[in-house]
């Protein structure tokens, strides 16, 4: 069969742009129903978002006084490792004086009797000043300091000050002695 169109150009040229405008409003209704129902359902998980994200920021701020908590309880370790480590280092950079005083006292020879000790610190090194009286002179003397050298305790032992002096009708020698304490682990792994 054999179709003939009478109409004329203009009409048929007219109902091609009615069939093309029809489908552009009808793809154009179609795109903003869709974007409509996508904006809805995005609007929805927007919506479901914010409540989460309030939840969450109400979250933070119940927890925010127990943060503020653990910074200060953190600096105040901190602080306190510092302190230990302090104390610990100070400790251990100092021999116990009950082992320095048994080892001054295993050295003493029998005519000897000590009438002072001090210690001073000068920068890192510990001075052992150690001052006494003997009745055999300087014999007891040389003992006495040959016996500190022995100690793994004492180190640079010198005789400072030495001088005759009566005590009743007994006739002494006033000495001083100074020494160096030896490094604490030094000395500590000697004495063991």
Do not use: H
Request: aromatic share 8%.
């Amino acid at each position: 069969m054999i179709e003939i169109n009478l109409l004329p150009a203009k009409v048929l040229q007219r109902r091609k742009t009615w069939s093309f405008v029809i489908f552009v409003a009808v793809s154009g209704l179609l795109v903003i129903f869709a974007c409509i129902f996508f904006f809805f359902s995005i609007k929805e998980e927007v919506k479901s978002a914010q409540m989460e994200l309030a939840r969450v920021r109400e979250r933070v701020n119940e927890y925010q006084p127990m943060l503020k908590e653990l910074q200060e309880l953190k600096s105040k370790r901190l602080e306190l490792v510092s302190r230990l480590s302090a104390i610990k280092d100070l400790v251990m950079g100092q021999l116990p004086w009950s082992l320095v005083l048994y080892e001054i006292s295993k050295s003493l020879p029998n005519n000897i009797w000590l009438t002072e000790l001090a210690k001073t610190i000068q920068g890192k090194e510990q001075i052992i000043t150690i001052q006494g009286c003997s009745l055999d002179e300087t014999v007891a003397i040389g003992r006495f300091m040959e016996n500190l050298s022995k100690s793994s305790l004492f180190e640079e032992i010198a005789v400072s000050n030495m001088s005759k002096s009566v005590i009743g009708e007994t006739k002494v020698m006033d000495f001083r002695i100074s020494c160096k304490l030896r490094d604490p682990a030094e000395a500590l792994r000697g004495y063991r």
